[in-house]
């Protein structure tokens, strides 16, 4: 009696122990929807710079399990035809980022839910099959997500990023 007792109390207090599946939803369902991107910056010390200008479009789709993003530079120009020339290709690809990827998340570290993202597929086959890691808060209807650091398909260099978004309707 007393073996089973205490096999029962050592059971419950290892599945205690354990994040459970409705507790890792419980950290996804604040971020889980589609967010529009309002700021993408780069920071590197004081200096901050915006790699796809001041003015970004696009939108982040995030899912219980994979996250869906895009954004571009909204002023970007328009090609002449459907069929880009090898410059208006070479502008197209430097003016936009684009990519998806299943992620993990970790309880808050004070800096926010840490998200690790593993990009299976990428605008830039660079960053393919990279780990994209972020702190993400959610403040009423705004994410942040920031990364310490990251390489900048724009840009080439590893810089802190940070990603602003508002809940879209």
């Known amino acids: 009696m007393n073996r089973m007792l205490l096999a029962t109390a050592v059971t419950g207090l290892v599945a205690a122990s354990l994040p459970s599946h409705a507790q890792q939803a419980t950290i996804t369902d604040q971020f889980v929807g589609t967010w529009k991107v309002v700021t993408l910056k780069e920071i590197s010390g004081d200096e901050v710079s915006y790699p796809l200008g001041q003015q970004v479009a696009g939108y982040v789709t995030i899912t219980p399990y994979r996250l869906w993003l895009l954004i571009v530079d909204s002023t970007r120009k328009a090609p002449t035809a459907a069929a880009l020339t090898d410059a208006e290709a070479s502008e197209m690809m430097k003016s936009h ?17 840490t998200f690790t993202a593993h990009i299976d597929t990428a605008s830039s086959q660079a960053i393919t099959g990279a780990d994209r890691v972020f702190f993400i808060r959610v403040e009423d209807n705004r994410l942040v997500m920031k990364s310490p650091g990251l390489v900048v398909p724009m840009t080439g260099l590893t810089r802190p990023v940070e990603i602003e978004l508002v809940h879209a309707d």
């Not at 684009?98 to 800096?111: E, F, I, V």
């Open 97 to 113: 980022v684009a990519w998806t990827g299943k992620y993990l998340t970790a309880n808050d570290t004070g800096q926010g839910i």
